[in-house]
């Protein structure tokens, strides 16, 4: 599978964005799909999953209430909405293939990432 994630920039506080996560690859449409987040110096942060179908969805507590994740599967697309944005925030987010709450083990195919970033 390869991803190309977009929709990033630099947002004030309280600001919104529409991240997007484009697939290709025979099995996007069975895949649970997950994003994470880099911040500066940390490490990878699991954000939420959806699965197949798009009913079975989860987030962390961090974005609960402020984060959506969504997917279309005629566009071999996944998206996350960012509502109500936080400095903390700030990160580069990456989709991919999801086990659970993890990124699927043995998953390489990273995109390049996406840079979201919160300041006034």
């Known amino acids: 599978v390869q991803l190309v994630e977009s929709g990033g920039d630099l947002v004030q506080p309280g600001g919104s964005l529409r991240l997007s996560c484009a697939a290709s690859?025979?099995?996007?449409?069975?895949?649970?799909m997950t994003w994470v987040r880099q911040a500066p110096g940390k490490g990878l942060e699991w954000v939420s999953v959806i699965d197949d179908s798009g009913t079975l969805i989860e987030y962390a507590d961090s974005v609960k209430g402020r984060f959506t994740i969504s997917r279309d599967l005629t566009r071999n697309t996944i998206y996350l909405q960012l509502n109500s944005l936080e400095p903390e925030d700030t990160a580069v987010y990456y989709c991919a293939p999801s086990s659970g709450r993890a990124v699927r083990a043995g998953f390489a195919s990273w995109g390049q990432g996406t840079q979201v970033t919160v300041s006034s």
């Open positions: 690859g025979s099995t996007f449409s069975t895949d649970a």
